[in-house]
């Protein structure tokens, strides 16, 4: 195995606000490498750490909402894991000045994009997942997450389409949806991403486009919660 570059002194000291350190640190270089900057980036890293966050969470909430049903816990998460949540978290883990970005991403201001910041931030905890496991990356979780205010009045707040999608097809004993980047469109930093959304169990994919992963799931979400209420 090829031998690791040390960590510089910025990272060194992200390792110390993360309360992790990497014994791979190849990994936490990964985490922060967008596309635009270089083939070994971090969005398989990034897959990985939003199931991990999203286990994490639902572990939280288990724990402290204890009264609330399945379908309010669901809402709740998703309110938790959104984008402008992740972002704030990611900001205040001083995520934006490490960021490996091209040069025309750049420029054009990725170092503050929301979605390339909550992207960086799964993929930091997909990264510690892989260095240590998931009881460290857990606790990376509930770190994060203790300053965040988590009440059960969360649930008022709207949902989003996978959320709704997610619930609609709980309701009815079905399986989840299937979310798969089809294709993407532009430059490395100013890319849209064509993602599909598939229901198994009706054998039908609905598309949708947006300027991250993220939101071009929720467009695919939206167009198939369309189709699917149709049915009722």
């Known amino acids: 195995m090829r031998a690791s570059a040390p960590l510089s002194p910025d990272l060194q000291s992200l390792q110390k606000r993360l309360e992790h350190d990497f014994s791979d640190p190849r990994l936490l270089q ?16 990034e897959f ?3 199931s991990v966050l999203n286990l994490a969470v639902a572990g939280l909430l288990y724990e402290r909402l204890s009264e609330l049903p399945e379908g309010d816990l669901s809402r709740v998460r998703a309110n938790l894991v959104k984008q402008d949540t992740l972002h704030q978290l990611a900001v205040q883990l001083g995520l934006p000045t490490l960021l490996r970005l091209g040069e025309g991403e750049a420029k054009s201001g990725g170092h503050k994009r929301p979605s390339i910041l909550a992207d960086a931030l799964e993929a930091v905890i997909g990264a510690v997942y892989l260095d240590a496991g998931f009881v460290k990356a857990d606790q990376l979780v509930r770190r994060l997450f203790s300053a ?12 989003d ?12 004993k079905m399986n989840l949806p299937i979310y798969r980047v089809v294709g993407t469109l532009g430059a490395a930093h100013k890319q849209t991403f064509d993602v599909e959304c598939e229901i198994s169990e009706y054998g039908r994919a609905e598309r949708g486009i947006g300027g991250s992963r993220r939101a071009g799931e929720q467009a695919a979400a939206a167009a198939m919660l369309a189709y699917v209420k149709t049915l009722d």
């Open 148 to 159: 965040v205010e988590i009440n059960p009045t969360m649930q008022a707040i709207g949902k």
């Open 161 to 172: 389409p996978k959320t709704e999608l997610q619930e609609w097809l709980q309701g009815r």
């Open 48 to 50: 990985l750490g939003d």
């Open 30 to 45: 990964q985490a922060l490498t967008h596309r635009s900057f270089s083939a070994d980036h971090n969005e398989r890293v």
